[in-house]
């Protein structure tokens, strides 16, 4: 249902756009979000977007990451400027049926992740 890509090595102060492409049923009518993970920590929610454009981010990332949604792609940005090589991670999207639901890890959909390597 979600396929995530776009990863790759950057350096610090770079940019990175990471897209996920969604099916039709996953799409517009759902909340979509980019997490985030690294080994030996909780997955996190790094931003969120609703079916209405209402977005969130988290703070380490707001101010330098966008999401954004094309509806008429089926797809999820998440554009990455001056990234910190404590973004290392592997980024994952997900879908749910409600925006709160995204901020309990309650997602319906999820994909496979990409890698995201920051290089100081």
């Known amino acids: 249902q979600l396929q995530a890509s776009g990863g790759g090595l950057v350096q610090a102060g770079g940019s990175l756009r990471l897209s996920c492409a969604a099916s039709?049923?996953?799409?517009?009518?759902?909340?979509m979000g980019w997490y985030r993970q690294v080994p030996g920590k909780e997955r996190e929610l790094v931003a969120a977007i609703s079916s209405g454009r209402s977005t969130y981010y988290l703070d380490f990332v707001e101010g330098r990451f966008t999401i954004a949604r094309d509806n008429a792609k089926n797809t999820v940005y998440l554009q990455m400027n001056s990234p910190k090589p404590e973004d290392t991670a592997v980024y994952y999207c997900?879908?749910?049926?409600?925006?709160?639901?995204?901020?309990?890890?309650?997602?319906?959909?999820w994909g496979q992740g990409t890698q995201v390597t920051v290089s100081s």
């Open positions: 039709e049923l996953t799409s517009s009518s759902y909340a």
């Open positions: 997900a879908a749910a049926k409600t925006y709160s639901r995204l901020f309990t890890l309650a997602y319906d959909y």
